[in-house]
């Protein structure tokens, strides 16, 4: 019965890792299995990378022997060039992350707003404190998925039933962290994953983190038993993710029925992707099937980029009454631990692996997140371009409708036509006792005076107008966004119509313009004699008149058609003006009552469109967010560079 | 375990039993809720809808005497064990390597042949299928006779295809025997991937945990409970829950009396599909939720828009023509004979407009009818329009579910561009009430022209009377009417009389003509709002009665008898 195989060489191809004693290349390439056939208890198994990937590849050392660190092997301490430089350029980036928003629902965003979180995690729980104490203890977070025996593996190699095992799935729900009493203080002091609560006694709340002293554990390594990757409990997975991206060493652990599982080798992904330190516990292994499965899950870690992880193979065995696994079983990966712990160079070349590892991996991370907010910040603008076609669509409508003079026709002529067939425009500007026969008339037929209808017509055109082009904007915007993933989201049932209010604004909207064509009349004609003759009444008619020619302003020479319906009635229109006031200034008066009517239709579509932009207000904050982002982000790689974290980037290729 | 298997016998026996006319009959209302819709819900909503469609009629024209039984779970739950031990044979390859088994592999309990049509639509491949004789068994085999016993993939390894594969396979098959381990029952991907999506199969549902061997046997009640409660949780509370071990046949005993049970009641195929079709129709119904509407147009909409089109469609200016060429041609008909020639020189209103006022002849209305003159409409006619349109879209789509009101602004709107010229041609063909000359009008004209030659007659006399004088012959005796000579009397009494009917007539002419332009106005506005009608209400009316028609298919479709 075959009881343990480990496979040696820890980890990374370019890691100054705890190496097997006396540790010279030796050249061997590929897998090797160093059988002790019959009375073996252990396979020691190595994998080598390629040259390349691992410079002066351990050796492998048949016999009882695990791997011990190497102390000749170290790293310096980071560049003390700058000190601080690296703590601030984090700090920065921890700003720039927490400040990046991604409010558009775009497919990329949510992605990005877990990514986002996931890295001011990592900063807040890790990156920072670990960089401020590099020589704290060794965080070894044991992490796989649910049934894989995380909980009993530990109690084993603490030799104390610290965490909770059992049968039911999933079986530990928080975290949690066995340590020497030495190094308790480090721990408790909460400058590690400050958002998990301490507390003494076995919890079931995710957001605590049980602390343990076994003094059986020596000083300088501590473990932590994390709760399950790929349970139902939702919980479980995200306090993983955060557990793992604060390990200076990950365990992972596996089984015989897991090891080909999706879910795990998605984290062992980003592990690797992350630079963290991994070393593998394949659990549960039933007799006799230790190579093949050795031999299988060694290709998919080769092909996985993770070739140079140890590998520890635990049989499927019965616990002692103390929920224990067997020591014979255990016994080689705590040794494996015991050299780690007792050798602070090893230690600390893991941390500062880890850590580059982790910081090296900021870079992409960050670029990742800026180019969210780029499709954030290029998306807002899509759809603020539909919305401001949309509402210039209806602008030039407007526009059109005023220049061709066709409101005119119909109810405006009508009353044009009434107007001025009653002879009333030139009594009302000769004198004043128009206005009195205009009332009595009012009074006795019960009619307003034809003035005041006329005023009627124009505004409900032009209302009906307005209404019109807004209801047509607003569709066309609501349905640019409906086509847009960002914009589907946006949207809200009362956008597909024009606001409840418009019909009223467009009311105000008429009647404010012709006051103040009223009173441009009044400034225009304030030094013609005529109109201190006449009076404020006179102003009235006149204005009325300019309004007309405002609509009509290209009927200076009408057309065919034009005469034959009757716009050529607005020719004297013109005719009464011209003589009035004379031809330049009738049309400096026309001009600028219609430029004053679209500064006013300006205004009132660009209330309706601000209905769609306001929603995208939110992007628009963000502007900034890409290059603010790129910016700390190179911050923190030239920082990085310039600390020179591994011996890798000090020494180069290891002779 | 005596509960648990009380539950499984509610489970299997206390369903009454699925009539195959019912299911045919609410697969058929899926498929009429299917053509209805089309073109009005989105695609994506709609697929599951029509694969169940598809998938059903396959199916049932399929062997119904035998049952598709698959064995799915995770990698390393033991399936291809499972299997092999139901099947008392080592047909499905075993091992320790994950994923083991890539392909889907088949055991029939009986004769091959009648399977084989069955195995091709489910795709099995030849080689992996296996024959169970009874005739070399004992017969405790021939309980099973009609049994097809899938072995799948797994769904939750590294190799994507094989998820694909069991996805593919789980929509066909008839009964799906969830095999899960003590170390993966509460993965997240069999839960939510897949047990929470069977949450409407109950009844062909069974869960069985196996590898129980593994455990210490105090605590198998205390997993089976815990997934009892997580099954609970996914929706399926009261399927069959087992447990197994693959390496003892009295293990699988239970299993095997389940199986038994199914293939014995040939139910398996109708309940799958009826739980299909009750997930199918629970996707559905929130796309049909509100009570259709009285499904009619208010009347006030229809108004809005018949004023609207009216005003595009140059209404009161016709009316206006119509009514100046009514007095324009009556004065014709019944002016004063001397002067009515005056008239003619000047243009007829209507016929400006390039309109005639009559009702287009029998023999022409096959033909072409020519563009009308009247003026375009402005762009404040156009937004009415447009507005009148929107409003009769918006009524009838208030408070139908999602996608429906749009389908209706686009039905309402399917046909505007049509609008301008199909106004044209019905202002166009209305006929106006000028085409034939009143009867008054002629007598009118009569009497002028009597009352005309009547002066005529009186000159005539007159000057006779001053020829023969001039001539000195003596001149007759002119009758006298009292003291005035008859001639004088025809002549001055005819001019008068002329005159005096011009007048009496022209208020009588105004108030005709004010009416024929009334007239002219209500059959232009009917025959326009009739184009509001074709052209607008009535296919937003064609899209309110498919959602009523499609609400009354899914209603039927969900009722279970």
């Given at each position: 019965?075959?009881?343990?195989?480990?496979?040696?060489?820890?980890?990374?191809?370019?890691?100054?890792?705890?190496?097997?004693?006396?540790?010279?290349?030796?050249?061997?390439?590929?897998?090797?299995?160093?059988?002790?056939?019959?009375?073996?208890?252990?396979?020691?198994?190595?994998?080598?990378?390629?040259?390349?990937?691992?410079?002066?590849?351990?050796?492998?050392?048949?016999?009882?022997?695990?791997?011990?660190?190497?102390?000749?092997?170290?790293?310096?301490?980071?560049?003390?060039?700058?000190?601080?430089?690296?703590?601030?350029?984090?700090?920065?980036?921890?700003?720039?992350?927490?400040?990046?928003?991604?409010?558009?629902?775009?497919?990329?965003?949510?992605?990005?707003?877990?990514?986002?979180?996931?890295?001011?995690?990592?900063?807040?729980?890790?990156?920072?404190?670990?960089?401020?104490?590099?020589?704290?203890?060794?965080?070894?977070?044991?992490?796989?998925?649910?049934?894989?025996?995380?909980?009993?593996?530990?109690?084993?190699?603490?030799?104390?039933?610290?965490?909770?095992?059992?049968?039911?799935?999933?079986?530990?729900?928080?975290?949690?962290?066995?340590?020497?009493?030495?190094?308790?203080?480090?721990?408790?002091?909460?400058?590690?994953?400050?958002?998990?609560?301490?507390?003494?006694?076995?919890?079931?709340?995710?957001?605590?983190?049980?602390?343990?002293?076994?003094?059986?554990?020596?000083?300088?390594?501590?473990?932590?038993?994390?709760?399950?990757?790929?349970?139902?409990?939702?919980?479980?997975?995200?306090?993983?993710?955060?557990?793992?991206?604060?390990?200076?060493?990950?365990?992972?652990?596996?089984?015989?029925?897991?090891?080909?599982?999706?879910?795990?080798?998605?984290?062992?992904?980003?592990?690797?992707?992350?630079?963290?330190?991994?070393?593998?516990?394949?659990?549960?292994?039933?007799?006799?099937?230790?190579?093949?499965?050795?031999?299988?899950?060694?290709?998919?870690?080769?092909?996985?980029?993770?070739?140079?992880?140890?590998?520890?193979?635990?049989?499927?065995?019965?616990?002692?009454?103390?929920?224990?696994?067997?020591?014979?079983?255990?016994?080689?990966?705590?040794?494996?631990?015991?050299?780690?712990?007792?050798?602070?160079?090893?230690?600390?070349?893991?941390?500062?692996?880890?850590?580059?590892?982790?910081?090296?991996?900021?870079?992409?991370?960050?670029?990742?997140?800026?180019?969210?907010?780029?499709?954030?910040?290029?998306?807002?603008?899509?759809?603020?371009?539909?919305?401001?076609?949309?509402?210039?669509?209806?602008?030039?409508?407007?526009?059109?409708?005023?220049?061709?003079?066709?409101?005119?026709?119909?109810?405006?002529?009508?009353?044009?036509?009434?107007?001025?067939?009653?002879?009333?425009?030139?009594?009302?500007?000769?004198?004043?006792?128009?206005?009195?026969?205009?009332?009595?008339?009012?009074?006795?037929?019960?009619?307003?005076?034809?003035?005041?209808?006329?005023?009627?017509?124009?505004?409900?055109?032009?209302?009906?107008?307005?209404?019109?082009?807004?209801?047509?904007?607003?569709?066309?915007?609501?349905?640019?966004?409906?086509?847009?993933?960002?914009?589907?989201?946006?949207?809200?049932?009362?956008?597909?119509?024009?606001?409840?209010?418009?019909?009223?604004?467009?009311?105000?909207?008429?009647?404010?313009?012709?006051?103040?064509?009223?009173?441009?009349?009044?400034?225009?004609?304030?030094?013609?004699?005529?109109?201190?003759?006449?009076?404020?009444?006179?102003?009235?008619?006149?204005?009325?008149?300019?309004?007309?020619?405002?609509?009509?302003?290209?009927?200076?020479?009408?057309?065919?058609?034009?005469?034959?319906?009757?716009?050529?009635?607005?020719?004297?229109?013109?005719?009464?003006?011209?003589?009035?006031?004379?031809?330049?200034?009738?049309?400096?008066?026309?001009?600028?009552?219609?430029?004053?009517?679209?500064?006013?239709?300006?205004?009132?579509?660009?209330?309706?469109?601000?209905?769609?932009?306001?929603?995208?207000?939110?992007?628009?904050?963000?502007?900034?967010?890409?290059?603010?982002?790129?910016?700390?982000?190179?911050?923190?790689?030239?920082?990085?560079?310039?600390?020179?974290?591994?011996?890798?980037?000090?020494?180069?290729?290891?002779? | 375990?005596?509960?648990?298997?009380?539950?499984?016998?509610?489970?299997?026996?206390?369903?009454?039993?699925?009539?195959?006319?019912?299911?045919?009959?609410?697969?058929?209302?899926?498929?009429?809720?299917?053509?209805?819709?089309?073109?009005?819900?989105?695609?994506?909503?709609?697929?599951?809808?029509?694969?169940?469609?598809?998938?059903?009629?396959?199916?049932?024209?399929?062997?119904?005497?035998?049952?598709?039984?698959?064995?799915?779970?995770?990698?390393?739950?033991?399936?291809?064990?499972?299997?092999?031990?139901?099947?008392?044979?080592?047909?499905?390859?075993?091992?320790?390597?994950?994923?083991?088994?890539?392909?889907?592999?088949?055991?029939?309990?009986?004769?091959?042949?009648?399977?084989?049509?069955?195995?091709?639509?489910?795709?099995?491949?030849?080689?992996?299928?296996?024959?169970?004789?009874?005739?070399?068994?004992?017969?405790?085999?021939?309980?099973?006779?009609?049994?097809?016993?899938?072995?799948?993939?797994?769904?939750?390894?590294?190799?994507?295809?094989?998820?694909?594969?069991?996805?593919?396979?789980?929509?066909?098959?008839?009964?799906?025997?969830?095999?899960?381990?003590?170390?993966?029952?509460?993965?997240?991907?069999?839960?939510?991937?897949?047990?929470?999506?069977?949450?409407?199969?109950?009844?062909?549902?069974?869960?069985?945990?196996?590898?129980?061997?593994?455990?210490?046997?105090?605590?198998?009640?205390?997993?089976?409970?815990?997934?009892?409660?997580?099954?609970?949780?996914?929706?399926?509370?009261?399927?069959?829950?087992?447990?197994?071990?693959?390496?003892?046949?009295?293990?699988?005993?239970?299993?095997?009396?389940?199986?038994?049970?199914?293939?014995?009641?040939?139910?398996?195929?109708?309940?799958?599909?009826?739980?299909?079709?009750?997930?199918?129709?629970?996707?559905?119904?929130?796309?049909?939720?509100?009570?259709?509407?009285?499904?009619?147009?208010?009347?006030?909409?229809?108004?809005?828009?018949?004023?609207?089109?009216?005003?595009?469609?140059?209404?009161?200016?016709?009316?206006?023509?119509?009514?100046?060429?009514?007095?324009?041609?009556?004065?014709?008909?019944?002016?004063?004979?001397?002067?009515?020639?005056?008239?003619?020189?000047?243009?007829?209103?209507?016929?400006?407009?390039?309109?005639?006022?009559?009702?287009?002849?029998?023999?022409?209305?096959?033909?072409?009818?020519?563009?009308?003159?009247?003026?375009?409409?402005?762009?404040?006619?156009?937004?009415?329009?447009?507005?009148?349109?929107?409003?009769?879209?918006?009524?009838?789509?208030?408070?139908?579910?999602?996608?429906?009101?749009?389908?209706?602004?686009?039905?309402?709107?399917?046909?505007?561009?049509?609008?301008?010229?199909?106004?044209?041609?019905?202002?166009?063909?209305?006929?106006?009430?000028?085409?034939?000359?009143?009867?008054?009008?002629?007598?009118?004209?009569?009497?002028?022209?009597?009352?005309?030659?009547?002066?005529?007659?009186?000159?005539?006399?007159?000057?006779?009377?001053?020829?023969?004088?001039?001539?000195?012959?003596?001149?007759?005796?002119?009758?006298?009417?009292?003291?005035?000579?008859?001639?004088?009397?025809?002549?001055?009494?005819?001019?008068?009389?002329?005159?005096?009917?011009?007048?009496?007539?022209?208020?009588?002419?105004?108030?005709?003509?004010?009416?024929?332009?009334?007239?002219?106005?209500?059959?232009?506005?009917?025959?326009?709002?009739?184009?509001?009608?074709?052209?607008?209400?009535?296919?937003?009316?064609?899209?309110?009665?498919?959602?009523?028609?499609?609400?009354?298919?899914?209603a039927e479709a969900a009722a279970r008898n």
């Open positions: 019965m075959p009881a343990a195989i480990v496979k040696s060489d820890l980890s990374h191809p370019d890691a100054t890792l705890p190496t097997p004693a006396g540790g010279e290349a030796n050249g061997h390439r590929g897998r090797q299995l160093f059988g002790l056939p019959d009375s073996g208890t252990l396979y020691p198994v190595t994998t080598h990378g390629d040259d390349a990937s691992a410079p002066g590849a351990p050796p492998v050392v048949p016999g009882n022997h695990p791997p011990v660190p190497n102390p000749g092997r170290t790293a310096t301490t980071p560049g003390k060039g700058q000190p601080a430089e690296l703590p601030a350029a984090l700090t920065g980036l921890r700003a720039a992350v927490g400040a990046a928003r991604f409010p558009l629902a775009l497919p990329s965003a949510e992605p990005a707003r877990r990514d986002a979180a996931g890295l001011t995690a990592q900063l807040d729980d890790y990156l920072l404190p670990r960089l401020a104490r590099l020589d704290a203890p060794l965080l070894v977070v044991v992490g796989g998925s649910t049934g894989a025996g995380k909980s009993t593996l530990v109690n084993s190699l603490v030799q104390a039933r610290v965490s909770a095992a059992g049968v039911l799935r999933p079986t530990t729900r928080s975290p949690v962290l066995v340590c020497n009493p030495a190094d308790s203080s480090w721990f408790r002091s909460g400058d590690l994953l400050p958002g998990l609560t301490r507390t003494g006694e076995p919890s079931e709340d995710p957001r605590t983190l049980q602390l343990v002293a076994a003094p059986a554990l020596r000083p300088g390594l501590a473990f932590l038993d994390a709760p399950d990757i790929d349970s139902v409990v939702d919980a479980n997975r995200a306090l993983a993710g955060q557990l793992l991206a604060a390990a200076d060493l990950w365990l992972f652990v596996t089984t015989a029925a897991r090891y080909a599982d999706a879910v795990p080798w998605e984290l062992l992904r980003t592990a690797r992707a992350r630079g963290t330190v991994t070393a593998l516990v394949l659990d549960r292994v039933p007799t006799g099937a230790a190579d093949e499965i050795t031999a299988h899950l060694g290709e998919m870690l080769t092909a996985n980029g993770l070739g140079t992880a140890p590998l520890f193979v635990l049989p499927e065995t019965v616990v002692d009454g103390q929920g224990m696994l067997p020591e014979w079983t255990v016994a080689p990966l705590r040794d494996w631990f015991g050299q780690l712990a007792a050798d602070a160079g090893a230690r600390d070349a893991v941390v500062r692996q880890t850590l580059d590892g982790a910081l090296a991996a900021l870079q992409p991370a960050v670029a990742g997140l800026a180019a969210a907010a780029d499709e954030q910040v290029t998306a807002a603008e899509a759809l603020d371009e539909r919305v401001r076609a949309a509402y210039r669509n209806a602008h030039r409508t407007v526009e059109q409708g005023l220049r061709d003079g066709r409101l005119l026709r119909g109810e405006v002529l009508a009353r044009w036509q009434e107007y001025v067939g009653t002879g009333e425009l030139f009594r009302t500007l000769e004198a004043r006792i128009g206005r009195l026969r205009d009332r009595v008339l009012a009074a006795v037929s019960g009619r307003p005076a034809p003035a005041a209808e006329l005023r009627t017509a124009i505004e409900s055109q032009l209302v009906t107008l307005l209404r019109g082009v807004a209801a047509e904007a607003a569709e066309h915007a609501h349905t640019g966004w409906r086509a847009h993933p960002a914009g589907a989201a946006l949207l809200t049932p009362e956008l597909t119509r024009p606001s409840a209010e418009l019909t009223e604004r467009a009311e105000r909207l008429v009647r404010d313009w012709q006051r103040g064509v009223l009173e441009l009349v009044r400034i225009e004609g304030g030094d013609k004699r005529f109109v201190a003759r006449t009076a404020a009444y006179a102003v009235n008619a006149t204005g009325l008149a300019v309004m007309i020619a405002v609509f009509a302003s290209t009927a200076f020479i009408p057309t065919g058609l034009e005469v034959a319906t009757g716009a050529g009635t607005t020719v004297a229109a013109q005719a009464v003006l011209q003589a009035v006031f004379g031809d330049q200034a009738v049309r400096t008066l026309a001009t600028r009552a219609r430029a004053d009517l679209l500064d006013r239709v300006t205004a009132l579509l660009d209330g309706e469109a601000a209905r769609y932009l306001e929603r995208l207000a939110e992007v628009e904050a963000t502007t900034g967010t890409p290059e603010a982002l790129r910016e700390a982000g190179a911050r923190v790689e030239g920082a990085r560079t310039r600390a020179r974290l591994t011996t890798a980037a000090v020494e180069g290729v290891d002779p | 375990m005596s509960n648990v298997v009380g539950r499984m016998r509610d489970a299997l026996r206390g369903e009454h039993r699925i009539d195959a006319d019912t299911l045919l009959t609410r697969l058929n209302a899926v498929r009429r809720f299917l053509d209805t819709t089309d073109g009005y819900l989105p695609d994506e909503r709609l697929v599951t809808a029509h694969t169940l469609v598809e998938r059903a009629g396959s199916r049932l024209a399929l062997s119904r005497d035998h049952t598709v039984v698959a064995l799915a779970g995770s990698t390393g739950s033991g399936k291809s064990s499972l299997f092999n031990a139901l099947a008392r044979l080592d047909l499905s390859p075993v091992g320790v390597r994950r994923p083991t088994t890539g392909v889907a592999h088949a055991c029939v309990w009986g004769p091959l042949a009648g399977a084989t049509k069955l195995l091709d639509w489910i795709g099995v491949l030849p080689r992996h299928r296996f024959v169970r004789e009874s005739a070399l068994d004992a017969d405790d085999e021939s309980a099973l006779h009609g049994l097809i016993l899938l072995d799948l993939p797994d769904f939750d390894s590294v190799q994507r295809s094989h998820r694909l594969e069991v996805d593919r396979l789980l929509g066909l098959v008839d009964l799906v025997v969830w095999v899960v381990d003590p170390q993966k029952y509460a993965d997240r991907v069999v839960h939510e991937s897949y047990l929470r999506q069977f949450r409407r199969h109950r009844d062909v549902t069974v869960v069985v945990l196996n590898q129980v061997d593994r455990l210490p046997p105090a605590e198998l009640p205390r997993v089976l409970a815990d997934l009892r409660r997580l099954l609970d949780t996914d929706g399926l509370d009261g399927v069959p829950l087992l447990a197994t071990a693959a390496v003892d046949q009295a293990a699988i005993g239970e299993l095997r009396a389940t199986l038994e049970r199914t293939v014995a009641g040939r139910q398996a195929a109708l309940r799958r599909l009826s739980g299909d079709v009750d997930t199918v129709v629970a996707g559905l119904t929130e796309l049909v939720a509100a009570e259709p509407g009285a499904g009619e147009v208010d009347r006030e909409s229809r108004r809005t828009l018949a004023a609207a089109l009216g005003d595009v469609a140059g209404v009161p200016a016709v009316a206006g023509a119509t009514e100046e060429a009514y007095r324009h041609r009556a004065a014709g008909a019944t002016g004063w004979p001397v002067v009515r020639g005056w008239r003619r020189l000047r243009p007829d209103p209507l016929r400006r407009l390039h309109l005639t006022g009559a009702a287009p002849a029998e023999e022409e209305s096959e033909s072409l009818v020519a563009a009308t003159s009247v003026p375009d409409p402005t762009a404040t006619q156009r937004s009415a329009v447009g507005l009148a349109v929107r409003a009769v879209a918006e009524r009838a789509g208030t408070g139908l579910p999602a996608p429906w009101p749009a389908a209706v602004t686009a039905a309402a709107r399917s046909r505007q561009a049509d609008l301008p010229d199909a106004l044209d041609r019905t202002v166009a063909g209305t006929d106006l009430g000028l085409g034939r000359q009143p009867v008054w009008w002629r007598l009118v004209g009569g009497l002028q022209w009597l009352v005309t030659l009547t002066a005529l007659a009186g000159l005539l006399w007159l000057v006779a009377g001053y020829a023969l004088r001039a001539l000195g012959l003596p001149p007759p005796d002119n009758p006298t009417v009292g003291v005035v000579p008859l001639p004088t009397l025809l002549l001055l009494g005819g001019l008068l009389a002329g005159v005096l009917v011009a007048v009496l007539v022209k208020p009588v002419i105004r108030w005709a003509a004010g009416r024929a332009g009334r007239r002219a106005r209500k059959r232009l506005d009917a025959a326009v709002a009739g184009v509001g009608e074709e052209y607008v209400v009535t296919p937003v009316q064609e899209v309110l009665s498919c959602y009523a028609q499609a609400r009354t298919a899914l």
